[in-house]
């Protein structure tokens, strides 16, 4: 029998195990777990579960950076509180929004996981640079090549093996990571993002 649990929640739980014992050792590391959680809840905040789940992550992050900062046992049991609630919270979204098949396997139909490509994404970011820009979808989409006109340089649109969006900038390999977008913001919104790094990369040629 295959179970599924909740990505990055045994990471969490297992930080959380050390920060209840070496809370002022293991508070980093707790805080980046639980970080990680926020951006998977951010990611699908149009989801109101998801929306909610990735606030009281969020306000754990907060109470555990508190208590590191002020080094008080109160406060650090207030964390370990707001930190455990928030691991749950998240754990049962992530089982009430979970899309199985009918032997309980994670199977969302094709095409719905993710709204739009990386691809995708370079091109509408194209088409909000001008009409001179052209662009390339890499294999099965997860790529895009931008260039303008005869232009020497280019610019590639991917996502990092930590799951951020990156443009690099060729053949200067510059990259510029961009934090806080989510699918659910919208493509328009995300492409404006995008055309707005590729300006300033070009400014900086």
């Given at each position: 029998?295959?179970?599924?649990t909740?990505?990055h ?10 920060y ?13 777990r ?8 951010a990611?699908r905040?149009?989801?109101?579960i ?15 950076c508190f ?13 370990s509180h707001?930190a455990?609630d928030?691991?749950?919270a998240?754990?049962k ?18 095409g719905?996981?993710?709204p ?5 994404i370079g ?10 820009w052209?662009?390339?979808?890499g294999?099965?989409g997860?790529r895009?090549?931008l260039?303008a ?6 610019y590639?649109?991917?996502?990092s ?16 990571d ?12 995300i492409?404006?993002r ?8 070009r400014?900086?040629?």
């Amino acid at each position: 029998m295959r179970i599924t649990t909740a990505p990055h929640a045994i990471e969490a739980r297992a930080a959380f195990s050390g920060y209840s014992a070496f809370p002022r050792r293991v508070a980093p590391l707790l805080a980046m777990r639980l970080t990680v959680m926020r951006e998977y809840a951010a990611n699908r905040n149009h989801v109101a579960i998801w929306a909610d789940t990735a606030k009281q992550v969020h306000e754990a992050i907060t109470a555990v950076c508190f208590a590191q900062v002020t080094r008080r046992r109160k406060y650090r049991r207030i964390a370990s509180h707001v930190a455990l609630d928030a691991i749950v919270a998240y754990e049962k979204a992530y089982v009430v929004t979970l899309l199985r098949d009918e032997a309980g396997h994670y199977h969302p139909a094709p095409g719905t996981e993710f709204p739009f490509a990386v691809s995708d994404i370079g091109r509408a970011a194209a088409d909000l640079l001008g009409d001179e820009w052209s662009v390339d979808s890499g294999f099965w989409g997860v790529r895009a090549f931008l260039q303008a006109g005869d232009e020497r340089d280019w610019y590639t649109l991917t996502v990092s093996d930590s799951g951020v969006l990156r443009v690099e900038a060729l053949p200067e390999a510059h990259r510029t990571d961009i934090y806080g977008v989510w699918p659910s913001d919208g493509l328009a919104d995300i492409a404006a993002r995008v055309a707005d790094i590729i300006r300033e990369l070009r400014k900086g040629d």
